[in-house]
C-alpha cells in the first residue's frame, strides 16, 4: 500500500510563507493527478491545488497568486509553496493521489496563521 506522508506544517504569522511536502513510499509517475486539501475547524474538505502527471495546475480561487504546487517525479514528492498566508488559511491540510484504480489521502499536517 502507498502511503502519504505530509511535512512542513506549523505556525506562521500573517503574512509569512510555509512550504509543504508530499512524500509518496513509492514512484509518482502513476498517479494521474495529485493535489493538496485543506479542513479548518467546523468545514468541510476544500481543495486548495492540484497537479497532474503533465504538470498542469489548478487552484482553488482563494489561494490563486499566493500558493504553488509543483512535483518532484525523481524525489517522489510533490509541495505546496504557500505565501502571504492568512489566518483564514489555517486548517489540517491534506495530501491526495489519484490513479486509475486508487484514491490516496495523507494523515494531514496542520498549518495555523495566527499573530
Known amino acids: 500500500q502507498v502511503q502519504l506522508v505530509e511535512s512542513g506544517g506549523g505556525l506562521v504569522q500573517p503574512g509569512g510563507s510555509l512550504r509543504l511536502s508530499c512524500a509518496a513510499s513509492r514512484s509518482i509517475f502513476s498517479f494521474t493527478v495529485m493535489g493538496w486539501y485543506r479542513q479548518a475547524p467546523g468545514k468541510q474538505r476544500e481543495l486548495v491545488a492540484t497537479i497532474t502527471s503533465g504538470s498542469n495546475r489548478d487552484y482553488a480561487d482563494s489561494v490563486e497568486g499566493r500558493f504553488t504546487i509543483s512535483r518532484d517525479n525523481a524525489k517522489n514528492t510533490i509541495y505546496l509553496r504557500m505565501n502571504s498566508l492568512k489566518p483564514e488559511d489555517t486548517a489540517v491540510y491534506y495530501c491526495?493521489?489519484?490513479?486509475?484504480?486508487?484514491?490516496?489521502w495523507g494523515k494531514g499536517t496542520l498549518v495555523t496563521v495566527s499573530s
Open positions: 491526495n493521489a489519484k490513479s486509475v484504480v486508487a484514491t490516496l
